[in-house]
Structures are given as C-alpha cells and as structure tokens.
C-alpha cells in the first residue's frame, strides 16, 4: 500500500483583528478612488492633462474677468458671475463626456465591478460613490472658479467694504447655480456610461448630443432676419428679444431641445440673469416653471436609469 507523506508549512498568515468599518469604509474608498480616476492621480502624466488644463482655465478666467473689472470704465461693462458660468459651463460639459466614462467603464469591461460587489457593498453604494466622487470634483472646478472671481470683483471696486455688503448674496447664488450645473453635468454622462464598455464611444455619445441639439434648436429658435432691424439700430436687442421664430409660437418650446442649455435656464433664474442666446431668449418666454420642471426631468430620469442599469447586474 502506497504511504503519501505531507508538512505543514506556517507562512505566517495570521487572522485580520483591526476594526472592521463594514459598507461605509468601501464607499468612502471607491468616493476617494473616483476623485483620484477623474484628476488623473495615480495615472501616468497623458492622464491628468485634460484635468490640469481645465483647472487651470477656469482660474485664469477667474483672472482676467476680474482684471477686466479692474479696467471697467461703467458698471454695464463689469463681468458677473452668469457671465463666468456661460464661459465655463462649455468646457466643463466637453470635461464631463471625457472623464466621466473613466469612472464606470473600465471596471465593467475589466470585470472589477464585481470584485467590488463580493464585498459588503451593494450596487446602489457603487453607484452612489461614483457619482459622488464625480460631482464633487465639479464643484471644486465651479466653486474654485467663482470664489476667485469674487475676491476679484471686490478687490476691483472702488469701496471694497462696501460691494462686498451690496454683493455677499453673490456667494450662495453662485453656489446653488454652480450646484445646478455640477448634478447634470455629473448625472447624464455618468448615465451614458453605463451602456458600453468603451470609453470613446461613451464621450462621443455625450459630446454629440450636447452639439447636435444645440444645432437643432438653434435652427428651431432662429428668427426671421426679415423681421429685424440693422444690428446698429438702437431698437436691434428689444426686436431680438420680441421677435417670433421661424417655426411660429411653438418655437420657445424647441428651446427645450439644447441639453446643453439645460442647467443654465435654471442656472439664469437663480442668479437673476438673462442670457442673450436666441435660445435662451425664447426660453424665457415659457413660464417660469417650465425650464425648471425640465431641468428635473432632465436630471432625475438620467439617474434613474443610471440606478437601474447598475441594480441589475448580479455577482
């Protein structure tokens, strides 16, 4: 009869006995792991260009709207807050198509997904993480952008002391409006994502629905230059304002149709400030709740299916 011989060999494991900080641990690194993916941490130097150059815009921007308040010669021609947002908001929907692809897709098409699901960790908390670690990376970017151009515009005044007394309720418009902006631009591109693996396909999705609708409402809003004056004439802004579209009285509502003008409608309204757009023009003609009632849906659909998208997958 054959003898089978065996050792043991202590390798020197030994039973985990720290703290165990269960699901709130995880969300915390995946939120943190997220924040690193989208600025390009850890990653080689190609990684964290697009973020640095967009950080550094937005600062210079901040920059030379608030020397150009230094140089104002009438308060009409001083920058405003609306004004940075319009700039910004721009290369901050192209940032949010490219980055945010990179915090859902490699780990569905590497299989990482459900390593991380293995753990005391459930969809919704990936997901939720996720998108938090997104979202507060667009706030950093706004807010950095905004509370340096503040600082500038009070600077900039003659009585410091004064615009800042006049002007302190700045600081939560452009706070909530940044807010507006920082959860959209977050949520739809995050949604598109999680219907493909390959992050190209997913950015240029998200990059051509904003331009394509932007084209289509531009046509749908447009006015007949017939009906307008010469862009000299004193009277050009209010005909501008009051003329009628092309496609009649149902053209303020192909206003809806810009996605990319989306948050800014509603961006607008809480700063008290009106874009000189032909699209937001005819926006503004819709009743007040209409652009905000849209920007809901817009907003909240999208996550909508982001969370069921996610909620289906199984370990």
């Known amino acids: 009869m054959t003898e089978y011989s065996s050792e043991v060999f202590d390798l020197g494991y030994q039973r985990y006995e720290g703290p165990r900080e269960g699901r709130m641990r995880a969300r915390k690194a995946i939120w943190i792991d997220g924040m690193r993916t989208a600025l390009g941490l850890g990653r080689g130097a190609r990684a964290k260009i697009l973020p640095g150059v967009l950080f550094g815009f937005a600062i210079f921007m901040a920059v030379i709207m608030s020397l150009v308040a230094t140089a104002a010669d009438s308060s009409d021609d001083i920058p405003t807050h609306?004004?940075?947002?319009?700039?910004?908001?721009?290369?901050l929907l192209i940032f949010s198509a490219i980055i945010a692809p990179e915090l859902l897709c490699p780990d569905r098409r590497d299989g990482v997904i459900y390593l991380y699901l293995v753990r005391p960790?459930?969809?919704?908390?990936y997901?939720?993480?996720?998108?938090?670690?997104?979202?507060s990376v667009s706030m950093a970017l706004i807010?950095?952008?905004?509370?340096?151009?503040?600082v500038g515009l009070t600077l900039a005044a003659d009585e410091s002391l004064s615009y800042l007394k006049?002007?302190?309720?700045?600081?939560?418009?452009?706070?909530?409006?940044?807010l507006v902006i920082a959860v959209f631009t977050t949520t739809l591109p995050l949604a598109v994502s999680a219907f493909t693996t390959r992050k190209a396909y997913a950015a240029a999705f998200v990059i051509g629905l904003f331009f394509i609708s932007a084209v289509i409402a531009g046509i749908l809003t447009e006015c007949d230059p017939m009906d307008l004056p010469s862009e000299r004439s004193p009277g050009y802004e209010t005909a501008l304002e009051e003329c009628e579209p092309r496609t009649g009285?149902?053209?303020?509502?192909?206003?809806?149709?810009?996605?990319?003008?989306v948050p800014g409608h509603v961006s607008d309204l809480i700063m008290d400030d009106e874009s000189k757009s032909q699209v937001a023009r005819q926006v503004r003609k819709l009743p007040t709740g209409i652009p905000v009632i849209w920007y809901l849906i817009m907003t909240a659909g999208p996550g909508y299916v982001l969370w069921q998208r996610y909620r289906r997958l199984r370990v």
């Open 121 to 125: 960790l459930t969809t919704t908390d």
């Open 166 to 178: 006049d002007n302190w309720m700045d600081v939560p418009r452009f706070l909530g409006a940044g």
């Open 249 to 261: 009285e149902v053209g303020k509502w192909f206003g809806l149709i810009d996605i990319g003008q």
């Open 127 to 135: 997901v939720a993480s996720r998108w938090l670690a997104f979202f």
């Open 82 to 91: 609306a004004d940075y947002y319009r700039i910004i908001s721009v290369i």
């Open 143 to 150: 807010c950095s952008g905004q509370l340096i151009l503040f």
